[in-house]
């Protein structure tokens, strides 16, 4: 008997509702994660829990695991499926073992970067970034395989690049196949509007889930200094929740889920699908949070006002006026007539000609790959991939990138500085200044397919003319339609503490 889908479910038909995350840390031993599980199961309005995969960057329980025995449970599984220390190849084993075990829930991340690895000595460990990511998903959907695919999005960004590059994002994801979408974590009434109305006048009609987490004094600290990566607290939210922990007797508590409570109903208010509970997972007080927001439900507006924590001089999109555009420099615009892409008609078939007499004499291919290095690695920052998509990321090469993205930055930047080196600036903020320079931001919008990675250290611009390369107009795609998977055996539930 097939096992129902209860998110699906609930967001299909228009219920609000509640999912709870799981963090399947070292720290937590499953069997009390499965009798949380549980607990949860039983808790009206809950419909599944989200449980995570390499959380903050460091290793857990495997979340297809726990995931599967929460389900034997009574639980729904939403189960992250991050990008980190995995080819593409892995990750569709990864996915394939969900459908051997009929897990149709999904969340599609780019994930944090591996806590302790050298990113400036060693290679990326991310071989796809969350859009291409759920563009796999897809892929496999199109074979038959009923997955239903959310995708996370931040509005608490607070410089324009940051800012409209979630939202950039986020159309793109959904554009690839995200059914769904879930916000990450933050305090801040005005962008849970803003993201809301970004949406609605866009036409974007998938469900939305607002974050809202249960936030202790400890946890607010460590927020308020971007960690983990994409989360951030205003100190003035660290000030209350500190004079709470110190002025009550049961340590904060009650104001943390009043305040959570608070925020379930602004959500709602705000049309919102349903609500994503993270930082507490106790049954009793999730069903508290739930009694509490629907009482508060009428004041929703009210409590808006309220809660609405922002660093000064906060960009939002639909306040204020925009800052002014950069002038774009006399080299991008020459650039721009030097693109491949750009090259006259009559001259194309002539290049190709060239260039696949070029490619037939292997030592010649290979001294022009070193001479088209020896110029777009000091101009562009070229790392020889292969398959130039320069003259769509604005002339910043995207393997700049600690995480080697293509479709835009992830989640953890913090005002314009990157997730993994906090003393640079986001490549993306670059490419989203040239891009409003030169008026193309919409051109952002385009998906940028996974690269072929049998091209490294091959010319880009004989790949281009020769068609090998992977680009939007000639993606490859990264699924080969075949048989599905054999079936593999539901496993034992019952799980042994470590």
């Known amino acids: 008997m097939p096992v129902g889908n209860s998110i699906r479910e609930a967001l299909t038909g228009g219920r609000f509702c509640y999912i709870v995350e799981l963090v399947a840390s070292q720290l937590t031993r499953e069997a009390k994660l499965l009798d949380v599980a549980v607990r949860l199961s039983q ?72 806590k302790g690895l050298d990113a400036a000595n060693i290679a990326s460990p991310y071989d796809l970034d969350s859009v291409q990511l759920v563009e796999f998903i897809n892929e496999l959907r199109e074979a038959g395989h009923p997955f239903y695919i959310s995708a996370a999005v931040s509005p608490f960004k607070y410089t324009e690049a940051d800012c409209a590059y979630q939202y950039l994002k986020l159309e793109k994801k959904i554009a690839a196949g995200a059914d769904w979408a879930i916000t990450q974590l933050g305090y801040d009434s005005r962008k849970f509007r803003e993201l809301k109305r970004y949406m609605d006048e866009r036409g974007l009609h998938v469900p939305l889930f607002g974050n809202v987490y249960v936030l202790p004094a400890k946890a607010a600290q460590r927020m308020s200094k971007g960690e983990p990566p994409g989360c951030w607290v205003a100190p003035e939210l660290v000030e209350r929740i500190q004079e709470e922990t110190q002025q009550s ?101 002539l290049l190709t000609a060239a260039y696949r007499w070029i490619d037939r004499r292997p030592a010649l291919a290979r001294a022009f790959e070193r001479a088209e290095l020896s110029f777009k690695e000091p101009v562009f920052g070229c790392k020889a991939c292969g398959n130039c998509v320069l003259g769509l990321t604005e002339y910043v090469c995207p393997m700049t990138c600690p995480k080697n993205l293509r479709n835009g930055p992830c989640g953890g930047t913090l005002n314009g500085q990157c997730e993994v080196f906090p003393d640079r600036a986001c490549v993306w903020v670059n490419v989203y200044e040239r891009a409003k320079a030169a008026d193309r931001v919409e051109d952002l919008k385009v998906f940028i397919p996974a690269r072929n990675r049998a091209l490294e250290g091959t010319s880009s611009y004989i790949n281009y003319f020769l068609n090998r390369d992977s680009r939007p107009e000639h993606p490859v795609r990264l699924v080969q339609i075949g048989p599905a998977p054999a079936a593999k055996p539901e496993p034992d539930a019952t799980l042994v503490p470590k």
């Open 43 to 114: 808790v009206p309005g809950v419909v599944g829990a989200g449980i995570t995969s390499y959380a903050g960057g460091a290793m857990g329980h495997d979340p297809v695991r726990v995931g599967t025995a929460a389900r034997a449970r009574g639980l729904t599984p939403n189960i992250h499926i991050t990008c980190v220390n995995k080819d593409r190849h892995t990750i569709r084993r990864e996915l394939e073992d969900l459908i051997a075990l009929g897990i149709e829930n999904v969340f599609a991340i780019t994930g944090d970067y591996p």
């Open 249 to 349: 007797t049961d340590k904060g508590l009650a104001a943390r889920l009043e305040r959570a409570a608070k925020m379930v109903a602004i959500v709602r208010g705000l049309g919102y699908a349903g609500a994503y509970l993270g930082g507490d997972h106790q049954a009793d007080r999730i069903r508290w949070i739930i009694k509490r927001s629907e009482e508060l439900a009428p004041r929703w507006e009210e409590l808006a006002e309220e809660i609405s924590y922002a660093p000064k001089d906060a960009f939002y999109m639909y306040e204020g006026p925009r800052p002014p555009k950069k002038k774009r420099g006399f080299w991008l615009r020459l650039a721009d007539l030097g693109e491949p892409a750009n090259t006259p008609r009559f001259l194309r078939g």
